[in-house]
């Protein structure tokens, strides 16, 4: 919302009414009056008309800022970095009532991905847990079975499902009891008989791929989509990470400004660098159009799927 609001209130002070006042019109208003809440710890002392707002919507609707009132401490700090300078525009906004279920709540470190830092927000709720037993089955972590429609398979599966219809009928109009638990089971007797009459005509076995290589701890992933990136365009990156993780162990004025200056700095060099390769491949397809028209037309074409 690009709210900047201070330590502004996000609740009526003092807010109360006389006793006689309320006890003639509470039964017709049922107000419900706000509580006091500590001061909200905030870096950012600006504030702006959003932030206003902001604070007026938190007034009218029981809503409150969580940010700079968790217990931990750990969500009072910018959540965004630009050229101008630093600020809180990202908020946690929950009802009064539901502080209690905030178990954790931290603003994180600054990413190369974005100017606003994520938000780790860990709630504590009532839910009932389920366990799903696999029996007489030996999947590996690695692989996974997936149904793929066969046209020549079509008439052997039909006749497989008229043998087994009777069955499948036998399934469909018996009682199930009217529980969440016999609801349950009669949709998972129902799927397993119908999963194996079609399995042998259309189950597959697939293994996960993933093009990456593991070295030292790491995943390098075999990518080409930066061809542009060279040995100085790297080396300017890692300077500016190396601002980036500066800054945020220690968010002062003189790290705010190198990583910005660093980040600058990178990401003009890096933007000239793609500009030249785009403009050298242009040429080069141009050129291609010229001299080889066949083979220039022929890197547009679809192409076609490899049938299974």
């Known amino acids: 919302m690009n709210a900047r609001t201070a330590i502004g209130n996000d609740f009526i002070k003092h807010d109360s009414l006389y006793g006689s006042i309320f006890d003639d019109f509470n039964h017709i208003f049922n107000y419900m009056s706000d509580n006091n809440l500590p001061v909200r710890r905030n870096p950012d002392q600006g504030t702006n008309e959003y932030g206003t707002k902001l604070l007026n919507l938190c007034r009218s609707t029981g809503l409150r800022i969580v940010n700079g009132r968790h217990k931990d401490g750990t969500a009072n700090d910018f ?24 178990e954790q709540f931290i603003v994180s470190n600054f990413t190369s991905f974005s100017d606003h830092a994520p938000l780790h927000i860990r ?159 242009g040429d080069m397809l141009e050129h291609l159009r010229k001299s080889d028209p066949k083979k220039f037309y022929r890197m547009f074409q679809k192409k076609r799927a490899n049938n299974t």
């Open 79 to 102: 959540t965004f970095c630009g050229s101008r300078g630093m600020s809180v525009v990202d908020y946690l906004i929950v009802p009064f009532d539901y502080f209690h279920i905030v």
């Open 123 to 281: 709630l504590q709720c009532k839910a009932l847990s389920y366990t799903h037993e696999q029996q007489n089955r030996n999947v590996s972590s690695s692989t996974f079975d997936s149904f793929r429609w066969n046209d020549d398979l079509k008439e052997q599966c039909y006749e497989s499902l008229i043998l087994n219809s009777g069955l499948l009928s036998q399934i469909v109009f018996c009682d199930a009891k009217k529980s969440q638990d016999g609801i349950d089971n009669y949709i998972e007797t129902f799927t397993t008989q119908l999963t194996d009459i079609v399995a042998p005509f259309f189950r597959s076995t697939s293994n996960k791929s993933i093009d990456c290589q593991r070295t030292s701890r790491k995943f390098v992933c075999k990518t080409t989509d930066k061809p542009w990136f060279n040995c100085e365009c790297r080396r300017l990156r890692h300077v500016y990470l190396s601002a980036l993780n500066m800054f945020n162990k220690n968010k002062i004025a003189e790290n705010h400004q190198r990583l910005i200056s660093t980040k600058r700095q990178y990401k003009v060099f890096e933007n000239k660098l793609k500009r030249q390769y785009k403009r050298q491949e």
